[in-house]
């Protein structure tokens, strides 16, 4: 009977060790990424429909902390320049300095140094057809320049409406904050991707961001956490169970 009695507490010890570890594991993880997530992103509301259907108006979405020279082609960013207003704005990148970007081309497409560039995330005009622009413009991007239209180009107060401007529309890469890679809210959004049609141009388009594994470290610490913390009182119950069962045997 006693080296039944023991064997159970070395089980209960070790479960009580795995538990801990459990949680100790769960908060490095959580909190781990927590921080990491605070020191490399930004959080932001989108403000217009500028940029539907890629951000809806309200949308929440996690933004990674870059320096504007590590800005390419097809990447979202949030910029603020005095010219525009002064406040955050939220647009995608389709040509950087040296480019000449023009519209329309062939099929109603937006061209980069004469090459068509495919954007499955424009927003169909009012009559169901989808076109890079409603007027066509042609500008050239000045060095350390970024050339800055919206998702839904019918309604988006972007470069084409400064092309008067001395930059053709153009705003300097410092003025970049941040670079949208995640729709935290509504949960259907997900990551940001990074559009193909600009991939075959010189410099090609960025690399993921490291949300997805930061966001990965949280949840799986969260799970880590609640599991190592409900062993305890489920272990007491079930030896609380098992203590009655016998007694009852016992009797």
């Given at each position: 009977m006693s080296g039944t009695t023991k064997n159970r507490d070395g089980h209960g010890r070790l479960g009580s060790v795995?538990?801990?570890?459990?949680?100790?594991?769960?908060?490095?993880?959580?909190?781990?990424?927590?921080?990491?997530?605070?020191?490399?992103?930004?959080?932001?509301?989108?403000?217009?429909?500028?940029?539907?259907p890629t951000l809806e108006i309200g949308a929440k979405v996690l933004a990674q902390r870059v320096d504007g020279a590590d800005v390419k082609r097809g990447d979202v960013v949030v910029f603020e320049d005095p010219l525009w207003g002064g406040s955050a704005m939220v647009k995608r990148v389709v040509a950087v300095g040296g480019d000449t970007v023009a519209c329309c081309g062939d099929g109603g497409r937006l061209t980069v140094n004469g090459t068509p560039i495919d954007e499955?995330?424009?927003?169909?005009?009012?009559?169901?057809?989808?076109?890079?622009?409603?007027?066509?413009?042609?500008?050239?991007?000045?060095?350390?320049?970024l050339f800055l239209l919206g998702d839904d180009r019918t309604s988006s107060l972007d470069s084409r409406t400064h092309l008067e401007d001395a930059a053709q529309g153009s705003v300097p890469r410092s003025a970049v904050v941040a670079r949208v890679d995640s729709v935290v809210w509504p949960?259907?959004?997900?990551?940001?991707?990074?559009?193909?049609?600009?991939?075959?141009?010189?410099?090609?388009?960025?690399?993921?961001?490291?949300?997805?594994?930061l966001l990965t470290a949280v949840a799986a610490g969260a799970v880590l956490i609640l599991a190592g913390a409900a062993y305890g009182p489920l272990a007491q119950r079930l030896g609380g169970r098992r203590k009655a069962t016998r007694e009852k045997v016992g009797a």
């Open positions: 795995l538990s801990g570890l459990a949680v100790a594991v769960g908060c490095l993880l959580f909190l781990g990424g927590f921080a990491g997530g605070a020191l490399l992103y930004r959080p932001y509301s989108v403000p217009t429909g500028s940029m539907a499955p995330y424009l927003r169909p005009g009012p009559d169901g057809t989808v076109r890079a622009s409603g007027e066509d413009f042609t500008a050239t991007v000045p060095e350390d320049s949960v259907t959004g997900g990551l940001v991707e990074r559009p193909a049609g600009f991939a075959a141009l010189p410099g090609g388009v960025s690399s993921p961001g490291p949300v997805t594994p």
